[in-house]
């Protein structure tokens, strides 16, 4: 009989607050590894919030958070690949250079695979970053993310900003480089564009879950895809 995976991410009362206002509120939340998550909410909601706790880049929040276990801190940020929303990589790198910083900092990072994924983007290697443009930096900063063999995948936005082209040879990029045995979390308020990805969704507002469940289960139950729920849950 197969043991069931403890939760990669497991939350309970996680409550985070800036200058008197809660971005988290009393959030409880269980993700088991092996799935790709939607992270959805307007503007305010707490995704970004989320991802830097689980990420360990954010203190003085209360609840309890364990990401495979642990409390975010030096040992989870191994295990933890997190792709912030803005770009992190100064302006004069090309590419070489960002493959070569990421294999100093990360123990886990695989070079090979990231100069496929480079490759698979078409990203001209002797361009720096100040000379591409916003799709070319936002896919490779994908690249250097997705080739770490971390046990959790955060990306924030990762498609935001891009044309629906340049989002579609992200997400397959993403798709094709994802371990199967880890959890990736993607927050995103363009859902059309990752409702065909996905596992589940996790709907966020006002710093709490409104809606988490199944892609398939929730599309079944409500009789209407992803989007149009989003819609339609956020208008009420």
């Known amino acids: 009989m197969r043991t069931q995976a403890p939760p990669a991410v497991e939350i309970t009362g996680l409550t985070k607050a800036y200058r008197g206002r809660p971005a988290l509120d009393g959030l409880d939340l269980s993700l088991a590894p092996g799935q790709i998550v939607g992270l959805m909410g307007d503007n305010g909601s707490g995704k970004t919030t989320l991802l830097k706790i689980l990420a360990g880049l954010l203190a003085d929040w209360s609840g309890t958070v364990r990401v495979n276990g642990r409390e975010p801190g030096p040992e989870t940020k191994a295990q933890v690949s997190f792709l912030p929303d803005a770009s992190f990589l100064p302006d004069a790198h090309r590419p070489a250079d960002s493959v070569a910083l990421y294999a100093r900092f990360f123990a886990d990072f695989d070079e090979a ?31 250097l993310a997705m080739s770490r063999r971390a046990r959790v995948y955060l990306l924030d936005e990762p498609i935001s900003g891009v044309d629906p082209a340049s989002r579609d040879v992200i997400l397959r990029g993403i798709l094709s480089n994802f371990e199967e045995d880890a959890l990736l979390l993607i927050s995103t308020h363009l859902i059309q564009d990752v409702e065909q990805i996905v596992d589940s969704v996790l709907f966020l507002r006002d710093g709490r879950v409104l809606l988490h469940g199944g892609a398939d289960d929730l599309r079944a139950e409500h009789g209407v895809s992803l989007d149009a729920l989003f819609r339609k849950v956020y208008a009420a």
């Open 113 to 143: 695979k990231a100069r496929r994924m480079i490759d698979f983007f078409g990203l001209p290697w002797d361009r720096t970053l100040k000379e591409m443009s916003k799709g070319m930096r936002e896919k490779l900063q994908i690249s």
